[in-house]
């Protein structure tokens, strides 16, 4: 039913906000869609946008779980001390653009790219092997800050939300740990193996690769992180998987990733759709990053 449809309880109110052309301030982290009962809402927690505040005042938003480092675009929580990436954002040349952040991916450089993908590939085996060193060196910085954290927690104090995020941080990094101990073995038999150098090379670009991966996939802390496997899982057992979460969830930032990592690519073809051509372009941006590569190039 069209919003325009609904007519207010007062004769003399005041024309559909959303036909106007009067500008409205919505508060941060609310549903950018109108209300379509405006001041009259009684709904407590209501978090579609209110051009006038409710009467009785009982409109309110919980605060995002995430706080500042909350990376979900779509979020509907509040954000009372912001987010790094709505700062990272603002500094950007082209902040005043509609879709900033796809326009950020897409604005990036070809020949800043291409320079990066071709060091990545001139990178020498000893040049390799201190990168991941380093690498797993950081994962267990990780590992100890985390374990201090979680000896802090009293988990008889937290109440059911707190817990539910608790828990899903621990799915995170059991995904992590495990992926890590995967490509720490496979670190460790590339170092031991004496087959032909070109290929121990080919392998610890490809474990660079993973490991980078798998760091930025922790550090951003995305839901859909900690289902990886159950994704994958599902995916081998079943021909068809409809997978629904939030917006800003992962969804098509990583699934693309989680399958090709999967080793799916080997036998079949992976496609992703996008209802508009910049935001294919910024998530083909994305994927190629994350890989190492340029856009349009075949990931192996």
């Not at 979020?75 to 700062?87: A, E, K, M």
């Not at 990592?261 to 073809?269: G, M, N, P, T, V």
């Amino acid at each position: 039913m069209p919003l325009n449809s609904f007519k207010s309880k007062d004769n003399n109110a005041k024309p559909n906000r959303r036909d106007s052309h009067e500008s409205t301030t919505r508060r941060v982290g609310v549903n950018p869609t109108l209300c379509r009962y405006g001041g009259d809402c009684r709904t407590k927690g209501c978090t579609f946008t209110h051009v006038n505040p409710p009467k009785d005042g009982t409109t309110k938003t919980s605060d995002c779980k995430y706080d500042v480092n909350c990376t979900r675009l779509g979020c509907h929580f509040n954000h009372p001390n912001g987010r790094l990436i709505d700062q990272k954002m603002v500094s950007l040349p082209d902040a005043n653009q509609q879709n900033t952040a796809s326009s950020r991916v897409v604005s990036q450089s070809p020949h800043l790219e291409k320079r990066a993908h071709q060091r990545h590939q001139q990178l020498s085996e000893s040049e390799l092997i201190e990168i991941i060193d380093q690498f797993l060196s950081k994962v267990e910085e990780f590992d100890t800050n985390d374990q201090e954290s979680n000896n802090s927690d009293n988990e008889q104090v937290l109440d059911i939300l707190e817990q539910n995020a608790l828990q899903e941080l621990r799915l995170q990094k059991f995904e992590f740990q495990s992926a890590i101990n995967h490509l720490t073995a496979e670190y460790n038999s590339i170092l031991s193996s004496t087959t032909d150098k070109k290929y121990n090379l080919l392998q610890l670009r490809r474990i660079k690769q993973k490991l980078e991966r798998e760091l930025k996939h922790w550090e951003s802390r995305l839901p859909i992180y900690a289902r990886r496997s159950d994704i994958i899982e599902k995916l081998e057992k079943n021909q068809v998987l409809i997978l629904k979460a939030d917006t800003g969830s992962g969804k098509s930032t990583q699934t693309v990733q989680y399958i090709c990592d999967a080793h799916f690519i080997d036998e079949k073809q992976i496609i992703c759709t996008q209802p508009r051509k910049l935001a294919a372009r910024s998530l083909a941006a994305r994927v190629a990053e994350e890989y190492g590569c340029e856009i349009g190039e075949e990931v192996s």
